[in-house]
Nanobody, 121 residues
Framework: QVQLVESGGGLVQPGGSLRLSCAAS????????MGWYRQAPGKERELVAG???????NYADFVKGRFTISRDNAKNTAYLQMNSLKPEDSAVYFC???????????????WGQGTQVTVSS
């Protein structure tokens, strides 16, 4: 099994910054894509940003120019640097990873438990 643990959420004022981290652990054979999603109350979960194993990235239009996704493959960790935060960015942010565990080698999609981001004055 592969476990994902997010950290770095919290309360920040509009215009502020936060950096989220997602650490993968467990019986990891390989990790392909990693991504950040968010879900606000009453809304569906939506993709924020994704990054491939080679470093290619993609972003939702609503975060382009403000958020940056990165990863450290040696640490099995992904990051989301969030700048110029807006109240509408408030949501629970979830980490996702497409990974193979070292027992079955079957590719699966794994999710973290989520971290709350609240942007408010």
């Amino acid at each position: 099994q592969v476990q994902l643990v997010e950290s770095g959420g919290g309360l920040v004022q509009p215009g502020g910054s936060l950096r989220l981290s997602c650490a993968a652990s467990g019986s990891i054979f390989s990790i392909n894509g990693m991504g950040w999603y968010r879900q606000a109350p009453g809304k569906e979960r939506e993709l924020v940003a994704g990054i491939g194993s080679g470093g290619s990235t993609n972003y939702a239009d609503f975060v382009k120019g403000r958020f940056t996704i990165s990863r450290d493959n040696a640490k099995n960790t992904a990051y989301l640097q969030m700048n110029s935060l807006k109240p509408e960015d408030s949501a629970v942010y979830f980490c996702n990873a497409e990974a193979r565990d070292s027992l079955s080698f079957i590719p699966r999609s794994y999710w973290g438990q989520g971290t709350q981001v609240t942007v408010s004055s």
